[in-house]
């Protein structure tokens, strides 16, 4: 029988399906089409973003955060892709019976201590209470609006070929923590969560290059494989990178070597990339490197005009490998 899989929520390919096949059949609309981070639409004055997103990650704790830290940061960073300043956002428990209050209090001490990073207030909310086995103890549920500046304009509709691509860091690192907790494993001291509000860091790029940068995406589920899958697809471009530019912390590396991961489709929940025009590439880099989420950002590829909705990528010996969106979930249930 036909029935939703685990994977339907890996954010790759069976994500896609189950978008295409069932929510846009019938909640199709021009600002749902875009298939964003999140919806822009006019205001009285200008023009605002708005998103969502729920929260069921595995366990709860893990190191470099909580389902609460990235509960805020995710849709801080949605809104940030949109080129808006996040302001407010919306908090929805559903809590399992017998969940321990300890366990609630740090969880929400955190979303608090995440807000005034990212200066947006938590103003409205819904909490549930469902009996014990019918929730893995808590999820939660986000929304949040923000205003673009004026001159501000993300949209997949500008992206061309000849751009380059960069990204703000290392990739793996959440996933992999995450993971080492699940299971108990014994992973080094140095593998902790990129997860992180990058609001600022954002706002500091566009303030410096505008309508220099044509698209913002956050690698998260089914990483950046299957982001740059779906910018060559979306798009109408190629996309060419090249594997030695791509960070990846050797203890994360050696924990994919053991296990069979692949560092392309790990989710990263403190990590941005960015299409822009080459001629503000450096300022880009520059302004990111400026930061200490943006400390390691390199420029790792470009987009094409040949090869349409496909992305390649140079491997280190030389050879060319195609790269599609993420199949079969490497670790579930990461955020």
């Not at 995710?74 to 321990?100: H, K, R, W």
């Not at 000849?162 to 494993?185: P, Y």
């Given at each position: 029988?036909?029935?939703?899989?685990?994977?339907?929520?890996?954010?790759?390919?069976?994500?896609?399906?189950?978008?295409?096949?069932?929510?846009?059949?019938?909640?199709?609309?021009?600002?749902?089409?875009?298939?964003?981070?999140?919806?822009?639409?006019?205001?009285?004055?200008?023009?605002?973003?708005?998103?969502?997103?729920?929260?069921?990650?595995?366990?709860?704790?893990?190191?470099?955060?909580?389902?609460?830290?990235?509960?805020?940061?995710?849709?801080?960073?949605?809104?940030?892709?949109?080129?808006?300043?996040?302001?407010?956002?919306?908090?929805?428990?559903?809590?399992?019976?017998?969940?321990?209050?300890?366990?609630?209090?740090?969880?929400?001490?955190?979303?608090?201590?995440?807000?005034?990073?990212?200066?947006?207030?938590?103003?409205?909310?819904?909490?549930?209470?469902?009996?014990?086995?019918?929730?893995?103890?808590?999820?939660?549920?986000?929304?949040?609006?923000?205003?673009?500046?004026?001159?501000?304009?993300?949209?997949?509709?500008?992206?061309?070929?000849?751009?380059?691509?960069?990204?703000?860091?290392?990739?793996?690192?959440?996933?992999?923590?995450?993971?080492?907790?699940?299971?108990?494993?014994?992973?080094?001291?140095?593998?902790?969560?990129?997860?992180?509000?990058?609001?600022?860091?954002?706002?500091?790029?566009?303030?410096?290059?505008?309508?220099?940068?044509?698209?913002?995406?956050?690698?998260?589920?089914?990483?950046?494989?299957?982001?740059?899958?779906?910018?060559?697809?979306?798009?109408?471009?190629?996309?060419?990178?090249?594997?030695?530019?791509?960070?990846?912390?050797?203890?994360?590396?050696?924990?994919?070597?053991?296990?069979?991961?692949?560092?392309?489709?790990?989710?990263?929940?403190?990590?941005?990339?960015?299409?822009?025009?080459?001629?503000?590439?450096?300022?880009?880099?520059?302004?990111?490197?400026?930061?200490?989420?943006?400390?390691?950002?390199?420029?790792?590829?470009?987009?094409l005009d040949k090869n349409i909705g496909?992305?390649?990528?140079?491997?280190?010996?030389?050879g060319m490998r195609l790269i599609d969106?993420?199949?079969?979930?490497?670790?579930?249930?990461?955020?």
């Amino acid at each position: 029988m036909d029935r939703v899989r685990l994977v339907h929520g890996n954010g790759g390919r069976f994500s896609h399906e189950l978008t295409e096949r069932f929510i846009l059949k019938y909640f199709h609309n021009d600002l749902l089409a875009t298939l964003h981070d999140g919806a822009q639409f006019p205001v009285t004055n200008g023009r605002m973003a708005f998103s969502t997103d729920s929260y069921v990650v595995q366990p709860q704790f893990f190191p470099g955060g909580n389902i609460g830290k990235l509960a805020v940061c995710g849709t801080v960073n949605d809104l940030a892709m949109n080129g808006a300043i996040p302001q407010y956002l919306s908090c929805s428990l559903i809590l399992e019976e017998g969940f321990p209050f300890d366990e609630l209090e740090e969880i929400l001490k955190t979303m608090g201590n995440m807000a005034k990073a990212a200066n947006v207030q938590i103003v409205t909310g819904d909490t549930k209470v469902v009996k014990q086995g019918e929730v893995d103890k808590i999820y939660i549920n986000t929304a949040g609006v923000g205003m673009i500046p004026e001159r501000i304009h993300i949209a997949p509709s500008r992206v061309k070929a000849n751009m380059d691509i960069i990204i703000s860091g290392s990739i793996g690192d959440h996933s992999i923590a995450v993971m080492g907790q699940r299971f108990g494993l014994e992973l080094s001291p140095m593998i902790q969560s990129d997860c992180a509000p990058l609001n600022h860091m954002v706002q500091a790029v566009l303030s410096e290059v505008g309508d220099g940068v044509a698209l913002m995406r956050d690698p998260t589920r089914g990483g950046l494989g299957t982001v740059l899958h779906e910018i060559a697809t979306q798009c109408q471009v190629g996309v060419k990178i090249e594997q030695s530019k791509l960070i990846v912390h050797d203890e994360v590396q050696s924990v994919c070597d053991i296990l069979g991961y692949d560092p392309l489709y790990l989710a990263n929940e403190g990590k941005v990339l960015f299409v822009v025009d080459p001629s503000v590439t450096e300022q880009v880099l520059h302004v990111l490197r400026s930061f200490p989420e943006g400390k390691e950002a390199t420029l790792i590829g470009h987009t094409l005009d040949k090869n349409i909705g496909k992305v390649g990528m140079q491997t280190s010996i030389g050879g060319m490998r195609l790269i599609d969106a993420l199949g079969e979930d490497q670790v579930p249930r990461i955020c």
